[in-house]
């Protein structure tokens, strides 16, 4: 297969391409505007004649309409992704999450290329710390912020485009990622390279909302195998059964680098700050035959760890001006 991956430059973007190369024959052109999230270097080393990078916006439908000709799938990444930088300034989150993912669609329509859509649990909202419950692929869509809203709106563009018109889609919704190649203002790339640096992990609010931690490798594995598996039309949850509190990933990463657990900081909360995402992906493991391989969180914890400390020259150039942006909102 000839897969367009847009985004491949980004933090999951660019582990699915390096796990498309290790695991399969296809070949990947990467669509990717390098915003300040896109990043060359995540993918060095891989082989040009399986992996073309192509600098260029989904907005630009001349672009798009081109390269949609010539692949047989187009695996949908780029995105806006940070919920602070939505708080701050929304608009290019409707630009290239809603406006893009329309531009894309479109092209996929007319040239009918099988297309996947990566998307988020943060779509269902949040959960109360007690809930029993966890999100499924019945949930009611109730997105809190600019960030989650706008991915809500693409899903529900997705899926208008595959009754409407007949789109060969699939939807997954996934829950937090963590591994190499993510940025530095994220939770726990930022909390690493604090205490790499000598400064002390930043905990919004109290630290209690939960999140539901898979690494990115698995993300990977979960979406191929709903490339090669899945039934058009069709939602499927991705997670990997990894809820823990943002204290206890703090609390985890000060322990691995050797400093005292309780060496954080309290910061001002986030506006709506989302309380708990959990993912209930019985769908994608009973009906596809998923599993994640990244069972331990501690583990995978511990190697990301060991990737920040021996790739500092890929977020380095990032650090500052990110803390910048921090002690700006009054998060630093
Ligand atoms: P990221 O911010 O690390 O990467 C986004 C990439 O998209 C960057 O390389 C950027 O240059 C590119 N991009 C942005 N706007 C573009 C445009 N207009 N045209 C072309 N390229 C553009 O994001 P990420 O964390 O890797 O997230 C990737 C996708 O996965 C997003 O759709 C996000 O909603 C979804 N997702 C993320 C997580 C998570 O935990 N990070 C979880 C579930 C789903
Ligand atoms: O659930 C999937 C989503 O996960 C994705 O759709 C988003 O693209 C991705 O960014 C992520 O969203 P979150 O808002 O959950 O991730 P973030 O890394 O920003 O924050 C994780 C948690 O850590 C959240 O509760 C806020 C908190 N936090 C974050 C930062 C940056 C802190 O306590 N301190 C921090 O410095």
Same mark, same amino acid.
């Given at each position: 297969?000839r897969?367009?991956?847009?985004?491949?430059a980004?933090?999951?973007?660019s582990?699915?391409?390096?796990h498309v190369v290790?695991n399969?024959?296809?070949?990947?052109t990467?669509?990717?505007?390098?915003?300040?999230?896109?990043n060359?270097a995540?993918?060095?080393?891989?082989?040009?004649?399986?992996v073309?990078?192509?600098?260029?916006?989904?907005l630009?439908?001349?672009?798009v309409?081109?390269l949609?000709?010539?692949?047989?799938?187009?695996?949908h990444?780029?995105?806006?992704?940070?919920?602070?930088?939505?708080?701050?300034d929304?608009? +290019?989150?409707v630009? %290239? $999450? @809603?406006?893009?993912?329309?531009?894309l669609?479109?092209?996929?329509?007319?040239?009918? !290329?099988r297309?996947?859509?990566?998307?988020?649990?943060?779509v269902y909202?949040d959960?109360?710390?007690?809930?029993?419950e966890?999100?499924t692929?019945?949930?009611a869509?109730?997105?809190?912020?600019?960030?989650?809203?706008?991915?809500?709106?693409?899903?529900?563009l997705?899926?208008?485009?595959?009754?409407?018109?007949?789109?060969?889609a699939t939807?997954?919704?996934?829950?937090?990622?963590?591994?190499?190649?993510?940025?530095?203002?994220?939770?726990? +790339?930022?909390?690493? %390279? $604090? @205490?790499?640096?000598?400064?002390?992990?930043?905990?919004?609010?109290?630290g209690?909302? !939960?999140?539901?931690?898979?690494h990115?490798?698995?993300h990977s594995?979960?979406v191929?195998?709903?490339l090669?598996k899945g039934?058009?039309?069709?939602?499927?949850?991705?997670?990997a059964?990894?809820?823990?509190?943002?204290?206890?990933?703090v609390?985890?990463?000060?322990?691995e680098?050797?400093?005292p657990?309780?060496?954080?900081d309290?910061?001002?909360?986030?506006?709506?700050?989302?309380?708990?995402?959990?993912?209930?992906s019985?769908?994608?493991?009973?009906?596809?035959?998923?599993?994640?391989?990244?069972?331990?969180?501690a583990?995978?914890?511990?190697?990301t760890?060991?990737?920040?400390?021996d790739?500092?020259?890929?977020?380095?150039?990032?650090k500052?001006?990110?803390?910048?942006?921090?002690?700006a909102s009054?998060?630093?």
């Amino acid at each position: 297969m000839r897969i367009l991956v847009t985004g491949g430059a980004g933090f999951i973007g660019s582990n699915f391409v390096h796990h498309v190369v290790a695991n399969t024959d296809h070949t990947v052109t990467v669509l990717d505007k390098l915003t300040y999230a896109g990043n060359r270097a995540s993918l060095a080393g891989l082989p040009a004649d399986r992996v073309e990078l192509v600098v260029g916006d989904i907005l630009d439908g001349a672009l798009v309409d081109e390269l949609a000709a010539r692949h047989d799938a187009i695996v949908h990444y780029a995105a806006e992704s940070h919920n602070d930088n939505s708080l701050a300034d929304p608009s +290019p989150f409707v630009q %290239t $999450n @809603v406006v893009g993912t329309f531009t894309l669609l479109e092209a996929a329509r007319k040239h009918d !290329v099988r297309f996947h859509h990566i998307s988020t649990d943060e779509v269902y909202g949040d959960l109360e710390l007690d809930d029993p419950e966890r999100f499924t692929e019945a949930t009611a869509y109730n997105p809190s912020s600019p960030y989650s809203s706008t991915k809500a709106g693409s899903d529900l563009l997705v899926r208008a485009w595959v009754r409407s018109f007949g789109v060969r889609a699939t939807i997954s919704n996934c829950s937090n990622n963590y591994g190499p190649y993510q940025h530095v203002e994220k939770f726990i +790339p930022r909390q690493i %390279t $604090n @205490v790499l640096r000598g400064e002390r992990p930043k905990l919004y609010g109290s630290g209690e909302n !939960v999140r539901d931690w898979i690494h990115a490798d698995d993300h990977s594995s979960a979406v191929l195998t709903i490339l090669d598996k899945g039934v058009l039309g069709e939602t499927y949850l991705i997670g990997a059964d990894g809820e823990k509190n943002n204290r206890e990933v703090v609390e985890l990463i000060l322990t691995e680098l050797g400093q005292p657990s309780d060496a954080y900081d309290l910061v001002t909360d986030r506006p709506g700050h989302d309380l708990r995402y959990a993912i209930d992906s019985t769908k994608l493991r009973t009906e596809l035959g998923w599993t994640p391989r990244y069972g331990d969180f501690a583990a995978g914890l511990a190697a990301t760890i060991t990737w920040y400390r021996d790739n500092e020259a890929w977020w380095a150039p990032q650090k500052e001006a990110t803390e910048a942006k921090y002690r700006a909102s009054g998060q630093a």
